[in-house]
């Protein structure tokens, strides 16, 4: 019944956009994305405050009364312009059929250069579904945080400040908690619904980016072919069958964009509301929206400077209106509560230190050694991700890292030798737990991004292709220079991506043109193989073995769980054995290590933590009935069980598992 009422919900919300975005199919996806989001996030905040976060009745009721609440606004209030009244259907039929139209005019390389997408992008569906329904969550920042404290606040009943023993089960923005609790609770528990928000984000962000390239009037062909490389992107395949955040952000982002973009063509008031709502909800999701904002205010500045005989009092008053639309949505996230408790919206003193602009010092230090950011970021661009899982263009590309290693000593760049303002030390052989953990573009960037930038720079273009190049380097700029330098946080050049989107489209253009096609099938046959390639390999869900890493096939769930820390899955499958699916267990575990996994399969157990963030260790709380701890945080006595952390395994192990113990208490 439950979920029943969740496709209700989904449908309910692209019945609204079909009443407020009519003839315009794209739009209708974009707004009902936009209204869905907007309800669950101002849902799970009312829920929470009144300790009913995680009720189903609730939840059931609450995100109708809310979407159709904002649709009045827009309705009523905003006055929506004028539509005329067409069925979504009718609007998906004519697209079909005006598709298939296009496709019989082809000629047999432009026939086959748009089969080889279609098929590439159907096989990519499948294994998208296949890997939503068969493999279970195992990012690691769900294992440690970001899902593991959804089931902390379902037994809290509530999102309200609590420290746990990861620092982001507290302090992260929690609007993206209940965007991923609401599809899990409407079925049943069950865990691969988790990953639906980033399976949904992944198609938005391509519909978003073709809408997009639409209003800026670039060709049909032209648009479709660059749009069609997020299908194919390396990090966008990665994140759409986890729980990551970042691929979230990127659809919040484009679909924003989009509204701003709208609002330069029709000067409609609705779009600077809308635009600013979409804003509010990729802030209330993650701080690192901010990088975007240098981007954003370029664009805006730009929208205005074209339109400046259009723009008058009236925009700017509803421009500051919609401004506190914007705080009612992004700050009941948590980053009051950080303020309030931290001192810092981010968080404690630790979190600030290790992710923020305050680990550089002195501001001579952060122009330094950001700037050598920006070099390892770029270079970190130049490889050939995804198809690095092959061992030969493995090879290959270490005979182009040697180069540019060359390159390091004779100019004296320092780049792998210096370690100031990094995370993790860079290097021009990316490890593979890196370029296969965190693969970014890929051959798009250097097939077609890097020649796009250079038919941009030879020959003046027109205006808003520059301001797009622009904010993208404002974007990668704010990358380098607001944090130390960290090969996982490539995944943020997901943001950067859709600012280079319109200037992929001078790479197509000429060859669209002059009906020539033969030489963006050969590009576009690579980028697919790379695809392939990056979902076959994934060391997360392999389809195929590579670097002896183990496949998804024939595994159990604790060890598809702990996948990427095979050391502890020994130590987690007894411990599953071990504790009933009932118990209350007291854990003495510290920041890196997994609890998600300890909640049991169907989540059933009571997990208390008592060795919480800078906190210390805390008392046995006297309920609870097992103890769970790590010989790091509690000696173990002679009666307690090792549960046999796997010490020999080294390879493929980034951070080491702790020595768990268990004790039965009652």
């Known amino acids: ?52 976060w995680d009720n189903a009745y609730c939840w059931s009721i609450l995100p109708f009364f809310v979407s159709y609440t904002f649709y009045l606004f827009f309705r009523n209030v905003i006055h929506l312009p004028e539509q005329i009244h067409s069925s979504s259907f009718k609007l998906i039929g004519s697209s079909i059929q005006q598709l298939h139209e296009i496709y019989k005019q082809q000629r047999k390389t432009e026939k086959t250069l748009f089969a080889f997408i279609f098929f590439g992008a159907a096989i990519i569906t499948i294994s998208q579904l296949f890997l939503l329904f068969y493999l279970p969550p195992n990012e690691w920042d769900s294992m440690t945080g970001h899902l593991n404290r959804i089931l902390y606040f379902v037994q809290n009943h509530s999102t309200a400040h609590f420290v746990g023993t990861n620092w982001n089960i507290d302090t992260y923005p929690k609007s993206f908690s209940s965007i991923q609790f609401y599809p899990f609770l409407m079925s049943g528990f069950n865990e691969h619904f988790f990953k639906l928000p980033n399976l949904s984000a992944f198609w938005i962000l391509f519909v978003g980016s073709y809408a997009a390239l639409k209003q800026l ?12 490389l997020l299908i194919f992107t390396p990090i966008l395949l990665i994140q759409s069958t986890t729980t990551d955040t970042d691929i979230v952000l990127g659809a919040y982002l484009v679909c924003g964009l989009y509204y701003l973009i709208r609002f330069t063509k029709t000067k409609e008031v609705y779009y600077i509301y809308i635009s600013n709502l979409m804003f509010a909800i990729a802030m209330s999701h993650k701080i690192t929206f901010v990088f975007a904002l240098p981007s954003l205010a370029v664009l805006i500045s730009y929208a205005c400077l074209i339109n400046k005989e259009h723009i008058n009092l009236k925009h700017l008053k509803h421009a500051i209106l919609s401004s506190i639309l914007f705080l009612f949505v992004s700050m009941p996230t948590g980053y009051i509560a950080n303020i309030i408790h931290y001192g810092h919206p981010i968080g404690p003193n630790t979190a600030t230190k290790h992710q923020s602009i305050e680990r550089a010092g002195n501001f001579s230090n952060l122009v330094l050694h950001g700037s050598k950011n920006v070099a390892r970021y770029f270079f970190d661009l130049i490889n050939f991700d995804g198809l690095r899982n ?34 993790v030390p860079f290097s021009y052989t990316r490890k593979f737990e890196f370029y296969n953990g965190t693969p970014i573009y890929g051959s798009i960037f250097l097939l077609i991004i890097i020649p796009a930038i250079i ?57 669209v043109a002059k009906n020539k096609y033969s030489l963006v099938l050969v590009v576009y046959l690579i980028i697919i193989a790379s695809a392939f390639s990056t979902i076959l390999f994934h060391s997360r869900s392999a389809f195929v073995s590579t670097h002896h890493l183990p496949t998804i096939w024939g595994k159990s769930r604790m060890e598809l769980l702990t996948v990427s820390r095979p050391d502890i899955t020994n130590a987690y499958t007894r411990f599953d054995q071990i504790v009933p699916q009932d118990a209350t267990v007291a854990l003495a575990t510290i920041n890196d290590d997994y609890e998600y996994p300890l909640w049991g399969d169907r989540f059933t157990r009571t997990l208390i933590p008592i060795n919480p963030f800078e906190k210390g260790l805390q008392p046995i709380p006297k309920e609870a009935t097992y103890l769970f701890f790590s010989r790091s945080v509690i000696k173990p006595v002679g009666t307690d069980i090792r549960l046999g952390t796997d010490t020999t395994i080294k390879e493929h192990i980034i951070v080491r598992g702790e020595d768990y113990y268990l004790r039965k208490l009652k």
């Not at 009312?46 to 009913?52: E, F, G, H, R, V």
């Not at 622009?470 to 974007?475: D, I, K």
């Not at 130390?484 to 943001?495: C, E, H, N, T, V």
Request: aromatic share 22%; glycine share 4%; hydrophobic share 50%.
């Open 1 to 52: 019944m439950l979920f029943i009422v969740f496709l209700s919900f989904i449908l309910f919300n692209f019945r609204i956009a079909s009443k407020i975005s009519n003839k315009n199919f794209d739009e209708i996806l974009l707004t009902g994305f936009t209204f869905q989001s907007l309800s669950i996030i101002c849902s799970g905040y009312l829920l929470s405050a009144i300790k009913l």
């Open 390 to 423: 092959i061992q030969w263009v493995e090879n290959y590309q270490e005979v182009v890292n040697q180069q540019f290693r060359n390159l390091d000593s004779f100019f004296n760049w320092g780049l792998e030798t210096s370690t100031a303002f990094t995370i």
């Open 455 to 511: 038919i941009l720079l030879v020959k003046k273009r027109p205006t808003f292709y520059y301001f797009f190049f622009l904010a993208f380097l404002l974007h990668f700029g704010a990358l380098a220079y607001t944090a130390a330098y960290d090969p996982w946080k490539g995944r943020y050049m997901i943001s950067s991506l859709v600012f280079l989107l319109p200037i992929s489209s001078l790479f197509f253009k000429p060859f």
């Open 217 to 228: 009037q670039i060709p049909f062909k032209v648009r479709l072919l660059s749009a069609s």
